[in-house]
């Protein structure tokens, strides 16, 4: 069985209402990329060097990054070279099967939140301003809240302007309490109120709110450090997870805010927002094997629902669905 109707068939146990998530949200990306490899497999006859070095070029221009680029290029001549692969169309699946690769992870499903079932579970959220961090912790907070955990949000953000109301705003929309101070108050100890609170009330999940960005980096990471302390003394073995919340649409920029908040705070996982609005998804490749970081979740939309954990097989399905579908109607015609 060809990996085309392989993935077909595992997509199809997952829900309808995700695939279509995944699909609609990466039609940017698939459609500049897809269109890309279809036409450079058309171009070819053989698959020689220069249809390597023209699938680099389309792999770089939808922001794999470079050193993801290279160590992708060289696995796939290795298999093309195993395999004897002459005809360019049977590339395609190479790169999809070897796409779905990079994402595996050799300690299992860690793309899946790590929930404290003894207790409290507290998530610390980290991010520059702008990225979509606040929106994400209510939708997160939503999400949570429908499969039956009771959840607590804390204001943390108290540097800029509007941040305690907005994320207030999100608390009255899903219905979860937020804890805060007034604007300038001192995130360590709204922390501190927060995680009282959240005990007192048993609470299941704590979602912490931090600063985006203080007079410099120096001072963000201290203040992330600070908070992280407070939570790690009241709540033995927390933050469960640190979350960094990334802009897709930025592309190599979300690459390097990743590499400096990782050197700060000890992140756990990437939330990926707004990667329904950007053609360059392949970000998503370069932050997984770059940092060796998981995604955890991928933003697809603006509902309060287009919040959905990442799941490499739909994200490799979303990229190709037309050649998939294609393939796979055409070996049924035969």
């Known amino acids: 069985m060809s990996f085309f109707r392989k ?22 990306t698939r459609n500049s990329f897809s269109e890309k490899v279809n036409d450079l497999i058309s171009r070819y006859r053989k698959v020689d060097e220069e249809f390597f070095e023209e699938l680099e070029e389309i792999l770089i221009s939808a922001d794999v990054g470079v050193t993801t680029v290279m ?13 004897n692969i002459q005809d360019p169309k049977e590339v395609q699946a190479v790169i999809s099967e070897k796409l779905v690769e990079l994402f595996e992870i050799e300690d299992g499903n860690v793309e899946q939140l790590n929930i404290n079932e003894e207790g ?7 991010g520059v301003n702008g990225v979509g961090k606040t929106t994400t912790i209510g939708k997160l907070a939503y999400k949570l809240k429908h499969e039956g955990k009771s959840v607590l949000l804390a204001a943390g953000d108290t540097f800029r302007a509007g941040a305690i109301e907005q994320l207030e705003v999100w608390g009255d929309r899903v219905g979860v309490d937020v804890i805060k101070q007034s ?24 979602i912490c709110d931090t600063a985006g960005r203080l007079q410099n980096k120096v ?37 390097s805010q990743a590499k400096q908040f990782s050197e700060a705070t000890n992140v756990t996982g990437i939330v990926l927002t707004k990667l329904d609005g950007t053609a360059k998804g392949g970000i998503v490749l370069a932050i997984r094997h770059e940092l060796q970081t998981p995604v955890k979740f991928v933003g697809l939309g603006e509902k309060v ?30």
């Open 71 to 83: 160590d992708l290029i060289d696995i796939l001549k290795t298999e093309v070279k195993k395999r």
């Open 120 to 126: 409290l579970t507290v998530i610390l959220f980290v």
């Open 7 to 28: 993935l077909k068939e595992r997509i199809t146990t997952k829900t309808d209402a995700v695939t279509d998530k995944f699909k609609d949200g990466l039609a940017k």
């Open 183 to 206: 604007e300038g108050s001192d995130p360590a100890a709204v922390m501190f109120d927060a995680l009282q609170a959240a005990k007192s009330r048993k609470v299941d999940i704590l």
């Open 305 to 334: 629902e287009d919040l959905q954990e990442f799941d490499p097989e739909q994200f490799v399905y979303g990229l190709f669905v037309e050649m998939i579908d294609k393939e796979i109607d055409e070996g049924e015609t035969a």
């Open 219 to 255: 001072n963000l990471m201290k203040e992330l450090e600070k908070v992280k302390r407070v939570i790690e003394r009241e709540v033995p073995g927390a933050p469960h997870e640190v979350l960094l919340v990334l802009d897709a649409t930025t592309g190599q920029n979300a690459m």
